[in-house]
């Protein structure tokens, strides 16, 4: 049973953005002190990227843990609403699947780095600097 309201989570829920998340931000600024220069959630690509770097032909999908499945502590499952939710994160994993065959179908290199890994710091530069140079 859930501690608040309906209305309430719905609310809650409702706050959480989708685009230039803490993660998200941290990468950008990650990349832009390295030189690299890009475009933002391009609406002409499958799943509308969040890092695009056409001058390179690479892609960066920042994954947030809980939303996209992952298997770590913060993609903990939900106390209520298990049904809603396991299908909700098995959709977007699916979704998730499609777009990054798309994009490799297209020719993109992709790079998907998850949330947790971008708040623990340990190697993201030297990860992405890889990438980059790849």
């Known amino acids: 049973m859930d ?6 989570r719905s609310e809650l829920m409702a706050r959480i953005r989708s685009k ?9 600024s990650i990349l ?4 690299f220069r890009f475009r933002l959630h391009r609406k002409d690509l499958p799943g509308r990227p969040d890092i695009v770097l056409p001058k390179y032909r690479k892609i960066i999908l920042v994954q947030g843990c809980f939303w996209h499945g992952h298997t770590c502590r913060l993609a903990s499952k939900p106390k209520s609403n298990q049904v809603y939710w396991a299908r909700k994160i098995l959709s ?3 979704r998730d699947r499609r777009t990054l065959a798309s994009l490799k179908d297209a020719g993109w290199s992709v790079l ?5 890994e971008i708040r623990a710091g340990r190697g993201l530069i030297e990860r992405l600097v890889d990438f980059m140079q790849a």
């Open 3 to 8: 501690k608040i309201s309906v209305e309430a």
């Open 92 to 94: 977007n994993q699916e």
């Open 32 to 35: 832009h002190r390295l030189g």
């Open 112 to 116: 998907e780095l998850w949330e947790c």
């Open 20 to 28: 230039d998340t803490k993660p998200e931000l941290a990468v950008r």
